[in-house]
Nanobody, 123 residues
């Protein structure tokens, strides 16, 4: 079973950028849909973005135009470039592998969750 690990989080100011990485171990995930989710304290885990094996993407309305998801199959890594960050983006960010053949937004359609990386945006 694939194991995922996230990195790249940190403390930034509003308007700054960060790039998160999601790297797979134990097997490649080039044929999988990979999703990014986030969870702020006291809230449910919410969909952020996903990318299909062919490179098709889908974004939550709240991040559309600011975040970009991409993948480098040679490095077995999926990235989440986050620009124009604002305090509402503060959360723990997770990546996961979809169990579906098409991109979906439900966290229950994803598995092999990483440990998460904290993103904190100060105003």
């Amino acid at each position: 079973q694939v194991q995922l690990g996230e990195s790249g989080g940190g403390l930034v100011q509003a308007g700054d950028s960060l790039r998160l990485s999601c790297t797979a171990s134990r097997r490649t995930f080039s044929n999988d849909i990979i999703g990014w989710f986030r969870q702020a304290p006291g809230t449910e885990r919410e969909f952020v973005a996903a990318i299909s094996r062919s490179g098709g993407t889908y974004y939550a309305d709240s991040v559309k135009g600011r975040f970009t998801i991409s993948r480098d199959n040679a490095k077995n890594t999926v990235y989440l470039q986050m620009n124009s960050l604002n305090p509402e983006d503060t959360a723990v960010y997770y990546c996961a592998v979809s169990i579906r053949a098409v991109i979906t937004l439900r966290a229950t359609d994803y598995t092999s969750w990483g440990q998460g990386t904290q993103v904190t945006v100060s105003s």
